[in-house]
C-alpha cells in the first residue's frame, strides 16, 4: 500500500495528442510540448551503453530520448520476460530529466526478423516467412501469421503492462511500434495464404475509405500486391497497438522507410507494407488505434524533404520527424518542420557509441554537427511549451535553405515573409563590393527559420543564418513597414523583451547569423 500510495503522487496525465481544427498538440504532463528529440544508435538499447548515450543528449539540448526496446532482449525465452533494461532506462531518464519515446523492434525492423528472439527467428513452420513468387522463403515475417502475430502482441503487451505498473510519471511518452516495416524486393506474400486472401475482395472498411471496389488487382492496379501487403501488415500493427494500449493508451505510431517523393513508388523498390505517404489513407482504414505515421528522413534533396512534410502533415496525421540524418545539412529541416506543425524532431544515431551510419547520417558527430542540432535545441528549449502552445493555434511557415540557395517567401494574413541566404552580412545583396570574403557558411546547406503568426500584426521569429524580411502583401493597403523586432522570450507563457533591434541588426533585413535567435516582430502601416 505504502508503494501504491508513492505512485499515486508522482503520476501525472497521460499524454495525449489534441487535435485542433486539422492541427496539433501534445500535450505532456497537461499542457503543450515540442519533443526536442534524438535517436540513438540501434544497438545502444543495453545498460552498459547509456552513460555514452546522456552526454550527447545533453550536448544537443535534447528533451527526449528515443530509445529501441527489442521483443529479442525481453523474452529471449519464450514466456519469459525481462525488463530489466527498461527499469534502467527509467531510472536513469529520470535522473537526467529526459521524455522516452521507446522504438518496439519486434516482426519487423527495417522490415527484417532480426530483433526478434531465437525461438521466433528458428521456427518459420510456427512463424512463416513471406514466399517469393517461386514459392522460395523471402525472409521477411509474414503479415499473415497469426502466430507470429499472437507471440509479438503477447510481448507488447507485457511490455505496456510494465510501463503502467513501473511508469506512472510517464517518462515515456509515445511509443514507436515496428520500425519501418514493409519488405524490401517482394510486394506481398506469394503462399497459398497470401494468395488465397489476394484473391477476395478487398475489406468494406477498405472500401469505403478509398472510393474503391473489387479484387485487389482491379481497385489498385499496378500497386496491388503492394496495397494488399500494406492492409495486413497495417491490420497486424493495429492488433498490435490496441492491446498495448488497452493496457495503458499511450499515443503511438508507426515510421515509415521513405519510397522517393514519387507519387507512384515501385513496389519492387520500396518497403511494401510500410507507410509511405502514398499509402497513408490504407493505413488510417486498417490502424485506427496508431495515432500517426512519421517518414524516416534520410533524403539529402531539399525539395523532396518539403514535399515528405507537407504530406505528412494531414488534418489526420500530427507531423513528427522520428529519424533524420545527423549530419549538418539536415540540422536546417528542423525549423521547416516546425513550421510544418511538428510535434517532435530527432537526429538519427546521437551517442558515443563509435558508430556513424554515414553515408545516410554524418562520417563523425565533430563540434560543428553538434552545434547545428544543439544551437537551434536550445533556442526552441528555452520556450518549447510556448512554442507547442501557439503552433497548435496559430498559422506557422518554415523554410530551409534550398539546394540552389533561392529566396523562399510566404503569405501570412496582410505580409509577406521572405528569407535569404546571404553570402554577406553587413550591407544589400548589390553591394557586391562587400562579398569579397563571404562567411564560412555562405555556399553550404546551413539556414533556416520558423515563424508563428500571433495575431493578425505580429509573428514570432526564429532561426539562423537567414535574412529575413516582412513586407506589406501585394494588393493589401500600402506603408505598411516593421514597425519594431523584439529580441526576449517567454515567461510563464507570456512574451518579455530583453531588447529591442535596431540599425545593422535590422537595416537590411532580419539578419540572423550564426546563433539562432528567438525574436518577436510587430508590423504596422502609417497613415
Ligand atoms: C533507419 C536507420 C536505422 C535516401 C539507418 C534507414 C533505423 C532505421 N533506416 O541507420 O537502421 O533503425 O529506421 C533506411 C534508409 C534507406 C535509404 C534512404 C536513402
Known amino acids: 500500500a505504502a508503494s501504491a500510495q508513492a505512485q499515486d503522487r508522482v503520476a501525472t496525465e497521460l499524454p495525449r495528442l489534441e487535435r485542433h481544427d486539422g492541427k496539433y498538440a501534445f500535450i505532456v504532463d497537461g499542457a503543450p510540448f515540442t519533443m526536442l528529440a534524438a535517436q540513438a544508435n540501434n544497438s545502444s538499447n543495453y545498460p552498459a551503453m547509456l552513460d555514452q548515450v546522456w552526454p550527447l543528449l545533453d550536448r544537443i539540448h535534447a528533451n527526449t530520448l528515443e530509445m529501441p526496446i527489442a521483443w529479442q532482449q525481453v523474452e529471449p525465452v519464450e514466456g ?3 525488463f530489466s533494461f527498461l527499469d534502467t532506462l527509467l531510472e536513469q531518464a529520470r535522473a537526467h530529466d529526459k521524455r522516452l519515446v521507446l522504438l518496439w523492434f519486434g516482426s519487423w525492423k527495417n522490415t527484417s526478423y532480426a530483433y526478434t528472439p531465437d525461438w521466433v527467428k ?6 512463416p516467412r513471406m514466399q517469393l513468387p517461386d514459392g522460395s522463403d523471402h525472409g521477411v515475417l509474414s503479415a499473415h501469421g497469426t502466430e507470429t502475430l499472437a507471440a509479438d502482441r503477447r510481448a507488447f503487451v507485457r511490455l505496456m503492462a510494465h510501463l503502467r505498473d513501473h511508469d506512472p510519471q510517464n517518462t515515456v511518452i509515445l511509443v514507436q511500434v515496428q520500425n519501418e ?4 524486393r517482394n510486394p506481398r506474400d ?6 488465397r486472401l489476394f484473391a477476395q475482395q478487398i475489406p468494406d472498411a477498405l472500401a469505403a475509405a478509398t472510393g474503391k471496389s473489387g479484387s485487389w488487382s482491379e481497385a489498385f492496379g499496378e500497386q496491388a500486391g503492394r496495397a494488399f501487403n500494406t492492409w495486413y501488415v497495417a491490420s497486424y500493427i493495429n492488433a498490435i497497438a490496441k492491446a498495448g494500449k488497452a493496457v495503458k493508451p499511450l499515443p503511438m505510431y508507426v515510421n515509415a522507410s521513405l519510397a522517393g517523393p514519387s507519387n507512384v513508388p515501385d513496389p519492387m523498390g520500396v518497403a511494401s507494407g510500410g507507410p509511405q505517404q502514398d499509402v497513408l489513407d490504407i493505413w488510417k482504414a486498417a490502424a485506427p488505434a496508431i495515432d500517426f505515421a512519421a517518414p524516416d528522413i ?22 513528427m520527424v522520428p529519424e533524420i540524418g545527423n549530419s549538418r545539412l539536415f540540422a536546417r529541416f528542423f525549423y521547416e518542420a516546425l513550421g510544418h506543425g511538428a510535434i517532435g524532431f530527432a537526429p538519427f544515431g546521437i551517442d558515443k557509441t563509435g558508430y556513424f551510419n554515414y553515408p ?10 553538434l552545434d547545428a542540432f544543439a544551437l537551434p535545441y536550445a533556442a526552441v528549449g528555452s520556450m518549447m ?7 497548435a493555434t496559430r498559422p506557422t511557415w518554415g523554410a530551409a535553405k534550398p539546394d540552389d540557395g533561392a529566396e523562399v517567401s510566404t503569405r501570412m494574413g496582410n505580409w509577406t515573409i521572405t528569407g535569404n541566404w546571404g553570402e554577406w552580412q553587413f550591407g544589400f545583396k548589390e553591394w557586391t563590393w562587400l562579398e569579397s570574403d563571404p562567411p564560412e557558411w555562405a555556399d553550404k546547406p546551413v539556414g533556416g527559420l520558423a515563424v508563428a503568426q500571433l495575431s493578425e500584426n505580429e509573428f514570432l521569429l526564429i532561426g539562423d543564418h537567414v535574412r529575413v524580411d516582412f513586407h506589406a502583401a501585394p494588393g493589401t493597403a500600402p506603408n505598411g513597414m516593421i514597425l519594431r523586432v523584439e529580441e526576449g522570450g517567454f515567461e510563464d507563457g507570456q512574451w518579455v523583451v530583453k531588447r529591442i533591434w535596431n540599425g545593422d541588426q535590422t ?12 525574436l518577436k516582430v510587430t508590423m504596422g502601416r502609417y497613415r
Do not use: H
Open 181 to 184: 516495416s514493409g519488405s524490401y
Open 298 to 319: 534520410y533524403d539529402r534533396s531539399s525539395e523532396n524533404v518539403a514535399s515528405y512534410l507537407d504530406q505528412y502533415a494531414r488534418p489526420d496525421n500530427p507531423l
Open 122 to 127: 528458428l521456427d518459420s513452420e510456427r512463424f
Open 360 to 369: 545516410l547520417g554524418a562520417k563523425e558527430l565533430d563540434e560543428t554537427t
Open 190 to 195: 506469394y503462399s497459398d495464404t497470401g494468395d
Open 80 to 82: 519469459e520476460f525481462d
Open 385 to 391: 511549451r510556448d512554442w507547442a502552445r501557439i503552433a
Open 507 to 518: 537595416d537590411y533585413g532580419i539578419n540572423l547569423v550564426d546563433r539562432p535567435q528567438v
